[in-house]
């Protein structure tokens, strides 16, 4: 008799849903020249300010606009600034169909769900460099788990660390390039010389804290600043912490 092992064997892939933080580039204009010099000024020659992230491009601003837009172009200008443009959302049914023969595929409006509130109003960002891009990580339902994260290892460069729902606590060095995202506070009890973004979904109350801070660069609730220029004596390479007050970042000593 004929075993049927069709069952029983061992496949080469699994399919999984991925949920993964992006980078959303809010278009208020869809004059490409325009985009392409505000882009240069506010960025300018920064080659760490982006590491190759994806993008998402957000249409809801320009969506009643009668002038098409050039998304081959678009997508060109943003690749020349790091990043991996791959989906847009909020465009109209011409731009979405635009988009879509460009190669960039249409993202859910789901994914807008968090902060309304947040979402009606236009937030003034203190950056070093003031660049109107949200790193916004997926609007999901936290699954019940700790409410802290602890890495002991050593992050290097390319490396990220995403503590859902949860402060995420870093035993060792945060090398530059490496990227630490918690949606309550960060701890990092060594040298942090790469990303930290606390408060990832809109947490204005979550702090940073470092006893050598050194980042490249720090983010509360969507609020970013760049190190591009030195951190005062008081702080730079000491312990330190960084929280919101308002809508603008401080930086202290511990």
Request: contains cysteine; aromatic residues 4%; hydrophobic residues 45%.
């Amino acid at each position: 008799m004929a075993v049927d092992t069709a069952g029983q064997a061992r496949t080469s892939f699994d399919l999984k849903s991925a949920q993964l933080p992006v980078v959303a580039v809010a278009l208020k204009t869809t004059d490409a020249k325009a985009l392409a010099a505000e882009l240069a000024a506010r960025l300018g020659d920064d080659p760490d300010f982006f590491d190759n992230d994806p993008v998402l491009i957000d249409l809801a601003a320009v969506r009643e606009s009668e002038e098409p837009i050039d998304f081959p172009a678009l997508a060109a200008l943003l690749r020349q600034h790091r990043t991996q443009p791959v989906a847009v959302r909020g465009g109209s049914t011409a731009q979405m169909e635009a988009a879509r023969a460009a190669g960039l595929v249409a993202a859910p409006e789901a994914a807008r769900a968090q902060a309304p509130e947040a979402a009606s109003r236009e937030v003034v960002r203190e950056v070093v460099r003031e660049v109107e891009v949200v790193r916004e990580v997926p609007v999901e339902v936290p699954v019940p788990g700790p409410g802290t994260v602890v890495v002991d290892k050593p992050l290097r460069s390319g490396q990220q660390v995403y503590a859902r729902g949860a402060d995420l606590v870093v035993m060792a060095i945060v090398s530059f390039g490496a990227e630490v995202i918690a949606d309550g506070n960060i701890h990092v009890y060594a040298p942090l010389r790469g990303r930290a973004i606390a408060g990832a979904r809109g947490n204005t109350e979550a702090r940073i804290f470092s006893t050598c801070l050194e980042p490249q660069l720090v983010s509360i609730a969507g609020i970013y600043r760049t190190t591009e220029t030195a951190l005062p004596d008081a702080v730079r390479g000491k312990p330190a912490q960084v929280r919101l007050e308002g809508e603008k970042l401080l930086i202290e000593p511990l």
